[in-house]
Structure formats: structure tokens, C-alpha cells
């Protein structure tokens, strides 16, 4: 079985510090190859289960294949816990049976939900089957919750104590215990009827004598997390009052789970990944998956691209006889146009992230605004006198330099307002604004780019 986390660690310089050895990679895929199974136990024994993960996400389908049937029996559950989604169906399906019944039943519940939430019935039915009766009873429960809750997040397996135990009661019990949570934090105190009053963190506990009562070490900070909970704001919650572990209750409020912090910043994490991924226009694909699947879910935010591109070139071909005129406009127009995008992008990124974070909030939403049109203001004046100075000494026109200036100074204007108010409209409708505010940002600062520029131009030039 692999080795806990007092493992050879990944060898890594300052450059690739945590990276995959390449060189322990080759002779990995060497012992595959040559059906070694004993050099390759011995190369996979000293790395961390993230570590297999990530080798078996980055070599090929058929070298993946091959390297789990001759890995066998060594395989272990936390592997399938580390791998990306995208993967962990195709390696469960390699496993064998009773391989697989091995792996999983060493899992805490949490893990075996989140391997399960993914996968199909019959798969699901197959893992179902490997676990003890109340194991599967506790993983069925948890699952019953909706998906993305705390219920799906939190593991059933929890440490708590009645809230008149003494410290001594308490190190009684956990000695004598033999279920106890292979990591745990905290003890939670419970009142009769199950309900958490608190937690004691495994430090104070043993730094008391035994004494004392349990309900005068509690940890100040506490909160109590409700099974049907978005897990997105769980994980609000852990890093905002810098949790390590809180209990889950049901409708009633009685204890039913708990959530560590470890799962809070996996979805932190995962949340994350995802607004950039959005904001990118690339959904929530990974290295891993082929081409045609790729390929639709790029395919829907390049045809609204298109779509917003369209409506740009329709402003461009209201001037056709300006551009035809003064055919510099042509060569200038993309400038005004890409510097409007780049700055709306910018004040965009930073509304998306501090909506997420929930930093930006309606007690601070127009000072936010307000700064970031400035920002655009003092942007748009410093570019529009380089660009006038450029448009002087590349065309020889006083007047165009001028156009350009002041269509910069605005397009940027717009950009700085456009990239927070549109994030933030769009969330108030409840439209995810890391899916769909770059498209609108960007279609804003096209067409009032083109607009001030050309307009203008017609204006003062002809």
C-alpha cells in the first residue's frame, strides 16, 4: 500500500518545486514497459498518493491502463480521492474488483462521496457494495443531501463528547475507542438531545489536567454548519473565521457530520478554478479530455464572441465613407479598441474576484465603481497624449491625433465603468458573473470604441 505522509517527498528545485521528477516518471513508464512489477512497486512506493494522481493524469490512456493492471493490489484509495474528475471513472473502471473493494474501504466517508457523487449507477452500485453495511448506510445518507451541500462535503465520522465530560473522561473514551477518525481536530460537545454547544480542540485537551470540565476549554470561535448549506458558502465560512473543523447538523439541529478544512479549501480552491476558467470562456475542462469533448465546450463561447464581434463591425460599417476618407482611421481604429478591452478585463477581474470573496458588497459598491472610472479617467489621459503625439508624427495630422486622444480617454472611461457595474448588475440577476460578464465587457468597449473614434473622425476630419 502506499505510504503515509512521512513519504520521500517529489525531488524539486526553487523552478519546479513539487513537480514530478521526470526522470523517476521515465523509469516508471520503463518498468510498464518491460512488465516489471517489482521495480515498478519500488519507483511508486516512495511518492505521495497526489503524486500518482498526477503521473497518471499526465501520461496516455493506454500507458495508464497498463501501469494500473500491473500496479495491482497496491493501489490505494487516496489515489482515486487526489485524481481529477475527468480520469477517476476511466481508472475505476481499470481496477479490479476486489482491488477496488480494498482501495475504497480504507476512505474516510467523506472521500467515498466524493468518488461516488461522479460516477454512473452501475459504477456507484459497485463501490456501494465493497463497504461494510454501516459504512454504506452513512455514505447513502450523506449522498441523499444536494449535490454541492455540506451534507455531500461533511464525513459522517466525528469525535463527540457529552458537554458535562471532563477532560480525563474525554481521553478515556478516545483511548478506549476503537472507531476513531484517522484525523480529527476537534472534540464536539453535544447537549442530550445531540445538539453541538462547542468545540474542544485536541491541543487544549491535552494540555489540561484531567479535571477539568471540557465547557471551560472551548475554542471562542464557533460555528455550526446546516447539512443543506451551499458548500460554496462553507467554505466562505472557514476562511473567513479561519476554521479547522465544524460540525454538521440536520433540520433539527442534531449532529450529523463534520466538515474539515482540508474539504473547505478543496472547494475554495475549486471555486476559484472555476471563475478563471469562465472568465477565459473555456468551461471546466481539464488536460485530460479529448479533443471533441474540448471542443464543445469551447464552441459556444467563441460563437458568442462571434456574435458580439458581428455587432462591432455593423458600428464600423455605419462610417464606411469616413474610413474611406481617411484611411489611417483603419490602421488605428484596433488600438482604441484593444486598449478599451484590455482595461474593461482589468477592472473586470478584480469585480468578479471580490464578488466571490464577497469584499464587494452595496455599503462599498459605488466607491468601487467610482475608483475604477477614475482609474480609467487618469489611464485614458496618460495613453490619449502618447497616442496624440503618435498620431501627429505617424499620419502628420494635428486633428487625428486629437480624435484618437479623447476616443481613448473615453473608451477607457467606459471600460473601468463597464468592467465592475456589468459583473455586478449580472449577479443581482443571478446570472453567474464569471460566465457571462467578459462578453458583455468586451462587446461595451468594441462598440463605444468604434462609436467615439469614428464619430468623431466624421466630425473633425471631414
Known sequence: MIADD?????????????????????????????????????????????????????????????????????????????????????????????????????????????????LEEPQQEAILNTLEDADRVAVEQSLSYPENSAGRLMQREVVMAPDHWTVGQAIDFMRESDHLPDQFYHVVLVDPRL??????????????????????????????????????????AFNQYHLISAPVVDDEGRLVGVITMDDAMVVLDEEHEEDILRLAGVGEGSLADRVMATTKQRFPWLAVNLATAILASLVIA????????????????????????????????????ALATRDLTGSNVWRVIRREVLVGLVNGIAFALIMAVVGILW??????????????????????????????????????????????????????GFFAFLGLAGVLLL
Not at 205 to 233: C, H, N, W, Y
Request: hydrophobic share 45%.
Open 6 to 118: 512521512h513519504q520521500e517527498p517529489v525531488e524539486s528545485t526553487s523552478e519546479d518545486a513539487y513537480e514530478l521528477d521526470r526522470k523517476r516518471v521515465t523509469q516508471i513508464l520503463d518498468a510498464v514497459e518491460a512488465e516489471d512489477q517489482a521495480q515498478l512497486t519500488a519507483l511508486m512506493e516512495p511518492l505521495h498518493a497526489a503524486d500518482i494522481a498526477d503521473l497518471l493524469e499526465q501520461i496516455s490512456a493506454s500507458e495508464r491502463g497498463r501501469l494500473i493492471h500491473l500496479y495491482g493490489r497496491e493501489f490505494d484509495g487516496e489515489i482515486l480521492s487526489e485524481l481529477d474528475e475527468s480520469i477517476r471513472e476511466e481508472v475505476i473502471s481499470l481496477l479490479a474488483p476486489q482491488v477496488l473493494a480494498e482501495a475504497v474501504r480504507d476512505l474516510e466517508s467523506d472521500d467515498v462521496v466524493d468518488l461516488l457523487e461522479d
Open 195 to 236: 445538539h453541538p454547544v462547542g468545540n474542544v480542540t485536541l491541543g487544549r485537551i491535552m494540555s489540561s489536567k484531567r479535571e477539568v470540565p471540557l465547557g471551560d476549554i472551548v475554542e471562542e470561535t464557533f460555528q455550526i454548519i446546516p447539512a443543506d448549506q451551499d458548500e460554496e458558502d462553507v467554505a466562505y
Open 318 to 353: 455605419q462610417f464606411e465613407a469616413t474610413i474611406a476618407e481617411f484611411v489611417a482611421l483603419a490602421v488605428l481604429m484596433p488600438i482604441v479598441a484593444s486598449m478599451g478591452g484590455n482595461a474593461g478585463t482589468q477592472s473586470l477581474t478584480v469585480a468578479v474576484r
Open 395 to 448: 499620419f502628420g495630422s494635428p486633428l487625428l491625433g486629437v480624435v484618437i486622444a479623447v476616443a481613448m480617454v473615453i473608451n477607457l472611461v467606459v471600460a473601468g465603468l463597464a468592467g465592475t457595474a456589468v459583473p455586478i448588475i449580472l449577479e443581482k440577476i443571478g446570472v453567474d458573473p464569471a460566465l457571462a460578464s467578459g462578453a458583455f465587457v468586451t462587446t461595451v468597449t468594441d462598440i463605444v
